[in-house]
T-cell receptor, first 112, second 114 residues
């Protein structure tokens, strides 16, 4: 059973601070990793993708991947109230045209 | 990014009837699309992989005779929930690959079976 684990939260972070979201996955052979943001009642929106060990930065977002530890994280700098949402970690076990395995998501609350 | 649309956005149907949900890739061609289901307070669960011109691949525990998938063109996949029951009430979301490995999701269809 391929699993993706996330702390469900809620994670409460003051506005302007750094929010740190974590995810672990069970399938060591997994190739592709994604972070999605989901607002209540809406479908997921792609935030970041990462395929190689290390950091990948895009604006206020940084994704970090450590395949040896089977660990993916997302950092959100200068957190804004509009960042309040559920963040879903997703893994594509085989790479390519495969469906995604999602974690249950971390509910992030940015306090003004 | 790639744009995926779904129709309808909301549907209410009576128990025992069938409902069809359409998923379209608007600005790209998608040989493969995916159908997910999300129950309240839970994460997305992959139901099936829809392949253009061939049979869909269903995940374990998903009844292929109940959830009919047709991928007749490179821009359209449909999911038909047959003989719907209240326990089928859920948020159904399709996705498709863009140019790389990223999957882009449609806005979802909220199905309520009464």
């Amino acid at each position: 059973q391929k699993e993706v684990e996330q702390n469900s939260g809620p994670l409460s972070v003051p506005e302007g601070a750094i929010a740190s979201l974590n995810c672990t996955y069970s399938d060591r052979g997994s190739q592709s990793f994604f972070w999605y943001r989901q607002y209540s009642g809406k479908s997921p929106e792609l935030i970041m993708s990462i395929y190689s060990n290390g950091d990948k930065e895009d604006g206020r977002f940084t994704a970090q991947l450590n395949k040896a530890s089977q660990y993916v994280s997302l950092l959100i700098r200068d957190s804004q109230p509009s960042d309040s949402a559920t963040y879903l970690c997703a893994v594509n076990p085989g790479g390519g045209a495969d469906g995604l395995t999602f974690g249950k998501g971390t509910h992030l609350i940015i306090q003004p | 990014g790639a744009v995926v649309s779904q129709h309808p956005s909301r549907v209410i149907c009576k128990s025992g009837t069938s409902v069809k949900i359409e998923c379209r890739s608007l600005d790209f061609q998608a040989t493969t699309m995916f159908w997910y289901r999300q129950f309240p307070k839970q994460s997305l669960m992959l139901m099936a992989t829809s392949n253009e011109g061939s049979k869909a691949t269903y995940e374990q525990g998903v009844e292929k005779d109940k959830f009919l998938i047709n991928h007749a063109s490179l821009t359209l996949s449909t999911l038909t929930v047959t003989s719907a029951h209240p326990e089928d009430s859920s948020f159904y979301i399709c996705s498709a690959h863009g140019t790389g490995d990223e999957q882009y999701f449609g806005p979802g269809t909220r199905l309520t079976v009464t």
